[in-house]
Nanobody, 121 residues
Framework: QVQLVESGGGLVQAGGSLRLSCAAS????????MGWFRRAPGKEREFVAS????????NYADSVKGRFAISRDNAKNTVYLQMNSLKPEDTAVYYC??????????????WGEGTQVTVSS
């Protein structure tokens, strides 16, 4: 059974930082592109960042470019999202995703259950 378990969410003040982790189990995703999406209250799930299997290629939504950094440790079957200079508009539930072939959420076959990130002003 494939599981993606996120951790690291919480409440932070604007300008602060958080680091999200996503641990995969049930199968290895070492050869799969991984990513993060988020859903803010009243909005649809949106792409945040993705990383290729080796970690050598990354993509970011324009809204987080320069502030967020995605990385992975294939030895640990884990993906990370370092979030800096957080803004209140970053408040959302953040979801880990596996086999991310595009920025379209409907194309993603594997999801974690999400972790809440709340940024206060």
């Amino acid at each position: 059974q494939v599981q993606l378990v996120e951790s690291g969410g919480g409440l932070v003040q604007a300008g602060g930082s958080l680091r999200l982790s996503c641990a995969a189990s049930g199968r290895t995703f070492n050869w799969s592109p991984m990513g993060w999406f988020r859903r803010a209250p009243g909005k649809e799930r949106e792409f945040v960042a993705s990383i290729n299997w080796s970690g050598g290629g990354t993509n970011y939504a324009d809204s987080v470019k320069g502030r967020f950094a995605i990385s992975r440790d294939n030895a640990k079957n884990t993906v990370y999202l370092q979030m800096n200079s957080l803004k209140p508009e970053d408040t959302a539930v953040y979801y880990c995703a596996a086999e991310v072939s595009s920025s379209r959420a409907d194309m993603v076959p594997y999801w974690g259950e999400g972790t809440q990130v709340t940024v206060s002003s």
